[in-house]
């Protein structure tokens, strides 16, 4: 079923889990990816673009799971221009209420020779018979041809209004490589507009925008006042080198604008700062201070002028409202006395469904913390929550980590860790604790590892707060990315290690019994 077509109506269509998880040193694991989506859900985008079933297996299963699982949006699968593809798209998107096959060539000459080796006949011919293939499962089907920007116009017009005559409901018009300047871009989307229109009245005009000149933002609203009507967009701006179209900043533009632009969207954005934070923590992806609309300083005044300004009236310095995009003041919410229910009820609220088992391990985490520190922020009950989210079966668990370091001290670090049953003891010395910690889990675990980005993040305020680690680890060729909270950061590094180490082995492990079982070809 396609989205009701409506011109007061923008449609937000969210790609933070499938472009936005490309973005270097982002990862995320299936329950991450399905808590996202509920929260995408609850924050009333149109569209969810959930992965790229071909892609991998795990992606398969996470979009097959969202399309089960989520209620409200249209469910998105991206897709080659070749049958394998879209089938397994499909495939994946099936159980969906509302479904959408999102295929994908090129446009640019550059991009066909060079990548494609197809001419632009071929292109075309290629296009229209993956259109028609992907409306057999469904029939609402969105095109995009890469590297728009760098075409040409003509052959544009010829190659979209073939899709759209084929069965295409959306042409999305995508700039790859963030090279287009709102002006030009704007006046491009208008002619396509129209004289792809001309032809086919119905369908939507999409835009997706990449940020390499930092105007991905500008030339999505410059496209909207052309005759846009969809907005490819992720949370914080998530994305592929320096990032997308920013969602919280399309939207809150739009609506603060309305004047401007006589335009709405459907997006609930008192759930902005929210998932903001939420997407922020699980991907590890840290939002600037000085970022619109959910940074730090967004709606914090410094200068002496502009805080007498607020003080007298909030509408001198404020366009938007800190309670608009969900910011309810302080978010101090429980302490060591807080009971399980109160903690369930609190994880719930925030969006996080975890098992009962998973429940008692984090509320354990929680009073562990609540020892350490006096006030317990919504970000430290995320951030133990989360860890619950990426245990893996069978997992080498953290039991006892002891350090020692100092100016005339060997840094040395004495570990336990625990596998099922089994206890595992061992003590190393490196060029700093973190190192030290990190070089025992190698010996004990008999994988090694190259640490090639360690970041850190304070969670919440205060001396006592929470230090988010986030890593990167060359396996071989293979990087993997974890992060870990606590209030003592060696601690938290060697978690996240860990948690690096627990996932090469099983995705060694899974990769070897797909080698003995292949299972169905795509």
Do not use: W
């Not at 459907?266 to 759930?271: A, F, G, M």
Request: glycine share 8%.
């Amino acid at each position: 079923m396609s989205i009701k077509k409506d011109q007061d109506h923008v449609i937000i269509f969210d790609t933070t889990l499938r472009d936005g998880e490309q973005a270097p040193g982002c990862s995320l694991n299936h329950r991450e990816k399905l808590e996202i989506a509920h929260a995408l859900a609850a924050l009333k985008v149109d569209v969810i673009e959930a992965g790229f079933p071909i892609a991998s297996p795990d992606d398969f299963d996470a979009v097959h799971t969202i399309a089960e699982s989520i209620k409200g949006p249209t469910i998105a699968a991206l897709a080659r221009t070749i049958e394998k593809d879209i089938e397994r798209a499909g495939k994946a998107i099936a159980p969906a209420a509302k479904r959408r096959i999102h295929t994908f060539s090129s446009g640019s000459d550059i991009h066909l020779e060079k990548i494609l080796k197809m001419t632009r006949a071929q292109n075309l011919e290629r296009s229209v018979h993956a259109v028609k293939f992907a409306r057999t499962f469904t029939d609402d089907v969105e095109y995009s041809a890469q590297d728009t920007t760098r075409s040409d116009l003509g052959y544009l017009v010829e190659l979209y209004t073939a899709v759209a005559e084929a069965g295409a409901t959306t042409l999305n018009i995508p700039d790859t490589v963030g090279y287009a300047i709102p002006a030009e871009y704007g006046t491009m989307i208008g002619t396509l507009a129209e004289r792809v229109k001309a032809r086919v009245p119905g369908v939507i005009i999409s835009v997706h925008c990449h940020n390499d000149l930092g105007m991905a933002v500008a030339n999505s609203l410059a496209a909207v006042r052309a005759g846009a009507r969809q907005v490819e967009c992720t949370i914080n701006g998530l994305g592929e080198r320096a990032g997308n179209t920013s969602l919280e900043e399309i939207v809150m533009a739009i609506r603060t604008r309305q004047d401007y632009f006589n335009l709405r969207t459907n997006v609930e954005t008192r759930e902005i700062f929210r998932v903001s934070r939420m997407v922020s923590r699980m991907t590890g992806m840290i939002v600037q201070r000085n970022k619109a609309i959910v940074g730090a300083n967004a709606f914090a005044h410094e200068s002496g002028v502009h805080q007498d300004g607020i003080l007298k009236e909030r509408t001198t310095y404020e366009i938007m409202r800190p309670e608009d995009i969900g910011i309810e003041g302080s978010d101090l919410v429980l302490g060591k006395h807080s009971g399980r229910h109160a903690f369930r009820d609190k994880l719930a609220k925030m969006g996080m469904k975890l098992t009962d088992s998973e429940i008692e391990n984090a509320y354990n985490r929680f009073i562990e913390l609540a020892d350490k520190k006096k006030n317990i922020y919504e970000d430290d009950l995320l951030a133990i929550a989360r860890d619950q989210m990426d245990v893996i079966e069978n997992a080498f668990i953290l039991d006892y980590l002891h350090v020692s370091a100092g100016t005339e001290t060997v840094p040395t670090a004495t570990l336990r860790l625990k596998r099922g049953t089994e206890v595992f003891q061992d003590a190393g010395c490196g060029d700093g604790p973190v190192d030290a910690a990190l070089k025992t889990i190698d010996r004990i675990t008999k994988v090694k590892g190259q640490l090639i980005d360690f970041s850190l993040q304070a969670i919440s305020v205060g001396k006592d707060a929470m230090g988010e680690v986030t890593l990167r680890v060359a396996f071989g060729d293979d990087i993997i990315s974890a992060k870990a909270a606590s209030t003592d950061i060696v601690e938290a590094g060697t978690r996240a290690y860990l948690s690096c180490v627990n996932r090469i082995l099983f995705n060694r492990a899974a990769h070897a019994k797909t080698k003995r079982d292949p299972g169905p070809a795509l």
